[in-house]
């Protein structure tokens, strides 16, 4: 039931590009996105509310496909402050909250 | 702005004792929830309120544990008694609205059960 991110873990270096999938086994009617760096509460980054709809906040970008029930979340030209644990958040019906695995995400200088 | 205010940011206890965590959620905000993380089992929703009203407590873990929302600014989180497989840390988080809207962290606390 717990939504599956991939990849599990990912390092980069500044200025490389990700993409990280979130896939749920149920119908999805939002997903959230938020990052959570190492000791800190997760942050709320951006929600998707519609089949199709995409975001952008500054070059982190996600998409939402609604009939696949999938999200994705990219992340452009990577800065070393994009480090942490991206998780998905999803609402597979009632307003009872799911959080994806998690993707561990690391940037190198 | 005042963010979402959980305490203590660190428990450290011995098994068997009561727990009390505690939470106070942005003004205004009219859904809490409350949330436990784990390496092993992810970031897990134990029990969210609406207007004060529990609505879903079926994350909650055991009988050990329960939830109260006395008034619009106050939650509490108690486990009694507590067992060394408690230790995570707990995450108070709110939100506005029907649903839609982001959810609001605290600091959340780290309680360690020896």
């Known amino acids: 039931q717990q939504p599956v991110q991939s990849p599990q873990a990912v390092i980069l270096r500044e200025g490389e590009d990700a993409v990280i999938n979130c896939s749920s086994s149920k119908a999805l009617y939002s997903v959230h996105w938020y990052r959570q760096k190492h000791g800190e509460a997760p942050v709320f980054l951006m929600i998707l509310l519609k089949g199709g709809e995409q975001k952008g906040h500054d070059k982190i970008s996600a998409s939402f496909n609604e009939k696949k029930q999938q999200s994705s979340l990219y992340l452009t030209a990577s800065q070393l402050s994009y480090s942490g644990t991206y998780f998905c958040g999803t609402r597979p019906g009632t307003y009872k909250y799911i959080f994806g695995t998690g993707t561990r995400l690391k940037v190198l200088a | 702005d005042a963010g979402v205010i959980q305490s203590p940011r660190h428990e450290v206890t011995e098994m068997g004792q009561e727990v009390t965590l505690r939470c106070k959620p942005i003004?205004?905000?009219?859904?809490l929830f409350w949330y436990r993380q784990t390496m092993m089992r992810g970031l897990e929703l134990l029990i969210y309120f609406n207007n004060n009203v529990p609505i879903d407590d079926s994350g909650m873990p055991e009988d050990r544990f329960s939830a109260k929302m006395p008034n619009a600014s106050f939650s509490t989180l108690k486990i009694q008694p507590s067992e060394p497989r408690d230790s995570a840390v707990y995450f108070c988080?709110?939100?506005?609205?029907?649903?839609?809207?982001?959810?609001?962290f605290g600091d959340g606390t780290r309680l360690s059960i020896l």
């Open positions: 003004s205004g905000h009219d859904y």
């Open positions: 988080a709110s939100s506005y609205g029907q649903g839609y809207q982001p959810q609001h």
